[in-house]
């Protein structure tokens, strides 16, 4: 539509940008992001939209106030100015505590990145409701690791079976893809 595209200047402000391939750069590389907010496990985030959803009826539309990780939808809100957006950010943050009690989230995050064992994924999925699917993951896994050692270990040779080769890896494939239940 013409006249839609718009980027933000130094100061933020918004500012009708008519070619595609200016937009477009600005787009892909720019932080949309006015404000964020989070409630417990709830967010409440503002971000320029970088095109006029008024679609041309009226003063433009650029920013938009959305609440993600809440246990019902939440409509997002759609404002015309940085002003209005940054208002309705604050009142949306507020609308939000009030409904939503604060909480800290299930799992809280590791200091460390590092490698959980088997057993702790088996607890987790346990308190997450995911518990078969998690536990079929585990066990695709494990067969999957095992036929690949297997297959290592072998380390085929050109002279070796090229029959026995090939079924190797076709267990190797199948594991991958979820056949858990094949053996080599």
């Known amino acids: 539509m013409e006249g839609d595209k718009y980027i933000l200047d130094a100061e933020g402000n918004p ?75 604050a009142a949306m943050v507020e609308r939000v505590r009030k409904r939503l009690p604060s909480r800290a989230p299930r799992i809280a995050p590791l200091q460390k990145p590092r490698l959980l064992s088997a057993r702790e994924i088996e607890a987790m999925a346990g308190e997450t409701g995911h518990g078969p699917t998690i ?3 585990i066990a695709t896994a494990r067969h999957l690791a095992d036929t690949l050692k297997q297959i290592a270990e072998r380390r085929f040779q050109p002279a070796d079976d090229a029959d026995e080769r090939d079924q190797m890896v076709s267990v190797a494939r199948r594991a991958l893809h979820g056949d858990a239940d094949t053996k080599a």
């Open 15 to 89: 500012v009708f940008e008519p070619n595609l391939m200016t937009w477009s750069a600005w787009f892909e590389n720019a932080d949309l992001t006015i404000e964020r907010t989070h409630i417990g496990e709830a967010e409440v985030v503002t971000a320029f939209l970088g095109r006029d959803h008024a679609h041309g009826d009226g003063a433009p539309v650029l920013y938009e106030t959305t609440v993600f990780n809440v246990p019902h939808d939440w409509e997002p809100v759609r404002h015309g100015t940085l002003t209005e957006a940054r208002e309705a950010h």
């Open 135 to 137: 536990l079929s993951l």
